[in-house]
């Protein structure tokens, strides 16, 4: 179970449609929106540091509704650790820590059942044979329910937590990490010193000792095999061994509970600062000004929420055409498509087909009949019905568009690259400067966070540190208040469906509860004050008497707000992109009333249920984006093979090649933070990911082995290998041998920098090559043909959407008018002349490839996005066994949601064509008053707020 967290309604009819319908179009009451947040950022609360406190009576301490030394007793833990646990709790700041990291797997994630919540609701919307007849490889109606209760117990058992325990033992038995006053401001990572060395050493044991219960439950197969061969890495005559997966493993582990340990444990000590510092600035403007905490008590109950949600794989354009009710041009041309998929074949002999077969009733179903259904997707359709304006129809992922790159756009507002950036441009890359290949399915997943931070990157929890602040199953949260771990999401999700949306509903129900309670005592102390300042005093005792009341009524009111509702909320939902990889983007699977858009949909539902309860929801802004779309794959090829193989083959010596990445489908990769393989012998190192890019990072750069090696470089390459004076068209090569697969690649002409770059993109069409070129300056973009000779066709930017209804009269002439202004009147020589990329957005959203020549051009403003990136033609995948595809630049990968709903929307101007990087902008705008600006102070994109008030 460890490894998998590492690897890797009627009810809802009758109350979100008409509420969600009425709450469209109304003013916000948000008269003191800011001012709460500037007098708490100001005045109250200074978060710069957070001492490690003791104020809380251990014996109201309580893990799994008993006191935490009797339930240490209980644990099969040998005599020796038991004895020594027990001794060391009562010093308060140990057992704390030790409190708060076990309630996290015991009490957070435990306590419920098994039971799937959206399969539990569809049976009370449908009737058995309607069901039936959308059954699925996900969804059957008749399932074991002993099957299904299996990893939920596993999850808590009393070895797993037992075994935690010693691990905490071991780890923090010293002064450094558990009697210090001021807790870190980051957490910091195992290094290679003599001190952490002999850590791994002792921790090792019970690592092994772990996943060999683990591996000795589990059915045959890949993942067994693969946890053996950890097993076996362990052994002493491999200790010291060069990546040993042992020690990988062990180092991880170490981090993981290290670093979740001290999250929680300053997550409750931030908790106990809130308080006493509410609590006594409270109590002190009372004394000195009445006037002005009347002022902000009010404030406060005026003030704004926002909800943020990030949906793995979301495309606004499935969903729209979801929610309509006759069939749209995307229904049938994604239906013909596959009808016709033969046509997609690249004529290789080495092509296969994804090992799963697409079921596709549902897509076929709607496009031949209306959709009369009012349980699926009762969400949406009430969203794109009553604010239609405020989703925008064309709405980009930036390139490529891959998981690991978008999700912290989306979650952060930065950039990759530049001051503030967030340092990750793909799902796998080499640094240079550490001679380090990363690829982060596997346990480099836990280097994501040390690489944003290292980055200087700010998350919305950074931004945000004096507003009450959640995160639901998202990663970059160190400093959110209230967390769900995104990777035990990840590793329990697929197999315990609806795991971490349950306990993140089950949290907010228990403050939705809460609010009411808070706000009926904050308008009774409000009644309170006001009458204590009309009490005369003329009856001194009495006055002061009730004065004192009140003082301590305030202290009990800051204990208490803590228990109340988020001011912000971010959530991750990974399930549409996940299941969609396997199952295909149009199957059963994900788009029928039983499929994962429909489960999003109810659990969108249940969230907006919880705030109407809690009295807010009128005061919550909602914006929800995806970080990309999905592609269906009808045939696969891999360039390994038709690329590098043939040429070795041809040049009859070996190339030095090391493939740091799976191909998509197969297991996860188990990397050594410490000890990973040198690159500096090599010719090139390979990456796949998504089925939808294919990156080659080269080092044979004139100017030494860190710089990126430019195309005319590449035309002249030299193998390590090659005989003296011999040099490769590597771009040529790869380009012919690809040629009826490839869509285009795409390499730096010149050095590359947040600030201009030039390169070249290079495909073939009807059996000729096109060499194409785009060039930046700063806002400011030129495409055209290498050779200047005609228009570049490469980027489709002239061709019409073939899944999108054809463009109005107004809107042809508009990108008529485009076409002419960036491609025709737009000369090299005058770089004034040259498009902005507003305009780019405005005119490639017409197209099939939206946003393309903007994307593109910033492709490689991080060093570290390889050398060459290959992206493969519609219907074809690169390195993959199935039928689901992202990463690559086709219309249905790029196109991501990104919209905006809730009782502050006031305006009715449609967005205009954003990028998902601007939903977080937005948000903080409305929770701050504070202007966004793109480039400054780490943000990356816009924000939209402006317009959703228009």
Known sequence: MMMRILCGGLLLTQ????????????????GGLYHASHIIKGQILDTSTLVATTTRDLTLFTIGGTTLDTYILTLPLDSATKGRVIGRLTNPMY??????????????????????????????????????????????????????????????????????????????????????????????????????????????????????????????GEFKH???????????????????????????????????????????????????????????????????????????????FAVQVAVDGLQQGLIQALVTPTPTPFITHALANYRQRSHYRPHNNSVVEPEHPQQLDYLKTRAESTDQDPHYLPFFKTLYRTQPTAITEHGASTTPTISVRNLPIIKTGATVAGPGGTGIPNFHFVDRD???????????????????????????????????????????????????????????GEAVRDFGERRCAGELARRAQAEPKIRAERRALIEEIEHYQQQSWWAPLAKLSRKRLIKERLGKLA????????????????????FAHFKGPFSDEIIAPTGELNRLDYWLGRYTELYQQSGIYDQTLWGMAGDHGLAPIYYALNPEVEVLQALETELGYPLAVRKISSDEGEGPKITNAHHYPSNRELDLVIASTAGGNFMLDLFNARNGWQTQPLYHELIHWTPLQAPEGSSVDLIDATARRLHDSLDYLAVRETP???????????????????????????????????????????????????????????????KQRLLRRCLTQATLAQPDSWCTDAQWRTLT???????????????????????????????????????????GEHYLEKDAFLGFWGTPVTGNTPLPAAVNGSLAPTLYQYLTGEPVVAGEDGWGFPSLWPQLQQ
């Open 95 to 220: 057992a704390i820590q030790l409190g708060h990291f076990l309630y996290m797997f015991k009490d957070r994630y435990g306590g419920y059942d098994s039971e799937d919540r959206f399969k539990t609701y569809l049976k009370q919307q449908y009737s058995a044979d309607e069901l039936k007849r959308y059954e699925h490889s996900l969804f059957s109606i008749e399932e074991p329910v002993a099957a299904a209760a299996e990893p939920q117990a596993e999850l808590v058992n009393d070895r797993l937590i037992a075994t935690l325990v010693s691990l905490y033992d071991a780890l923090f038995n010293n002064d450094e990490w558990v009697l210090g006053r001021h807790l870190p401001d980051q957490y910091r990572y195992l290094g290679d010193s003599a001190a952490d060395r002999a850590l791994i050493q002792r921790v090792q044991p019970l690592i092994i000792g772990l996943l060999t219960d683990f591996e000795a439950q589990m059915a045959p």
């Open 752 to 814: 590359c920098t947040p600030d201009r770059c030039t390169l070249r993109l290079v495909g073939y069409r009807n059996g000729v090559r096109q060499d194409e070129i785009i060039q930046r300056r700063g806002n400011r973009l030129f495409y055209r043909r290498a050779d200047n000779r005609g228009q570049p066709i490469l980027l489709d930017v002239a061709r019409s959407n073939p899944y999108l209804a054809p463009l109005s009269g107004h809107l042809q002439a508009e």
């Open 434 to 492: 550490k001679d380090r290949a990363y690829y982060f399915f596997g346990n480099d997943a836990l280097q994501l966070e040390k690489l944003f931070q290292d980055h200087g990157a700010k998350t919305m929890f950074d931004r945000l540190p004096h507003l009450k602040t959640m995160s639901c199953n998202a990663q970059y949260d160190w400093n959110a208040q209230i967390s769900y771990d995104a990777l035990v999401n990840l590793g329990l």
């Open 559 to 578: 204990a208490l707000s803590e228990q109340g509702m988020p001011d912000y909320l971010l959530m991750y939902l990974p399930w549409p992109d996940h």
């Open 845 to 887: 959203q017409f197209g099939p490839r939206p946003d393309s020549v903007n994307q593109l051009a910033h492709l490689y403003d991080e060093d570290r996005a390889g050398t060459i990136n290959l992206f493969p033609k519609e219907g074809v995948g690169y390195n993959t066994l199935v039928p689901g595809r992202h990463a």
């Open 15 to 30: 109350l979100l449609q008409p509420a969600l319908a009425a709450d469209i179009g109304k003013v916000p009451v948000v």
């Open 226 to 304: 693969a946890v053996a061969a950890i097993i076996a890495d362990a052994a002493p005559e491999r200790a010291g061994s060069v990546n040993n997966k042992a020690e990988a493993v062990t180092i991880t582990l170490i981090d993981f509970v290290r670093y979740n340990v001290l999250k929680n444990y300053r997550q409750f000590a931030l908790e106990q600062k809130r308080i006493d510092a509410f609590s006594d600035w409270m109590q002190l403007q009372m004394d000195d000004d009445p006037d002005a905490l009347l002022r902000f008590l009010n404030s406060q109950d005026q003030r704004g």
